[in-house]
Nanobody, 126 residues
Framework: VQLQAFGGGLVQAGGSLRLSCAAA????????MGWFRQTPGKEREFVAA????????NYADSVKGRFTISRDRAKNTVYLQMNSLKPEDTAVYYCAGTTKNLISSSRSTSSFYDYWGQGTLVTVSS
């Protein structure tokens, strides 16, 4: 499966962006899709995840109530709607997928994901 993430950009604090992650290939095997983010010198951080079959979702505490992950089956695309953005949300955002049926507590662990997109930069100015 190949993933392509796009939609990043520069936005002022309080603004919104929507990231998209388009999947190509054997997408029928994907079970969990996630978004992670990373800033220079830091570990990759979990943002949100969604179960492909039933749209069950998980969020990092830092984005709950502000970000929403969703998916469009017909387009094989996962979205991350980001509202009320803060400067600390600035990072490169990566989408990821796995064929594993991850339990809820495992969906935030990056090593459980099998394939990754190339990343898209989100910059939030204060």
């Amino acid at each position: 499966v190949q993933l392509q993430a796009f939609g990043g950009g520069l936005v002022q604090a309080g603004g919104s962006l929507r990231l998209s992650c388009a999947a190509a290939g054997r997408t029928s095997n994907s079970y969990t899709m996630g978004w992670f983010r990373q800033t220079p010198g830091k570990e990759r951080e979990f943002v949100a995840a969604i179960r492909w079959p039933d749209s069950g979702t998980n969020y990092a505490d830092s984005v709950k109530g502000r970000f929403t992950i969703s998916r469009d089956r017909a387009k094989n695309t996962v979205y991350l709607q980001m509202n009320s953005l803060k400067p600390e949300d600035t990072a490169v955002y990566y989408c990821a997928g796995t064929t594993k049926n991850l339990i809820s507590s495992s969906r935030s662990t990056s090593s459980f994901y099998d394939y990754w997109g190339q990343g898209t930069l989100v910059t939030v100015s204060s």
